[in-house]
Nanobody
Framework: VQLQASGGGLVQPGGSLRLSCAAS????????IGWFRQTPGKERDFVAA???????HYTNSVKGRFTISRDNAKNTVFLQMNNLKSEDTAVYYC????????????????????WGQGTQVTVSS
């Protein structure tokens, strides 16, 4: 599956953005989709995932502020980000993993098969 991330931009603290991850392929519904973020000089960190089976998971720092959802008919996964903070500033990547992996494998970028190109999110006043 090929992925295309979009929707990043510059937003003030407390603002909102919605990221999109559009996928090619007719088996999109069979993939677990994750969002990761990365800042310069640091590792790519897990943000959220939406399983092919429907469950959602978030890193603690975004719980209650970010929501991941998917529209299988449009082959798209969304990351709604509310109440953004300066520490959310990063390049955001979406990634796909075929099937419904065990929970512990969601956190590591090494367990995903395909990646989008990344979209920059900057939270600044």
């Amino acid at each position: 599956v090929q992925l295309q991330a979009s929707g990043g931009g510059l937003v003030q603290p407390g603002g909102s953005l919605r990221l999109s991850c559009a996928a090619s392929g007719r088996t999109f519904g069979s993939y677990t989709i994750g969002w990761f973020r990365q800042t310069p000089g640091k590792e790519r960190d897990f943000v959220a995932a939406r399983r092919s089976g429907g469950g959602t998971h978030y890193t603690n720092s975004v719980k209650g502020r970010f929501t991941i959802s998917r529209d299988n008919a449009k082959n798209t996964v969304f990351l709604q980000m509310n109440n953004l903070k300066s520490e959310d500033t990063a390049v955001y990547y979406c990634a796909a993993k075929l099937g419904n992996p065990i929970l512990s494998s969601l956190w590591s970028p090494m367990n995903y098969d395909s990646w989008g190109q990344g979209t920059q999110v900057t939270v600044s006043s």
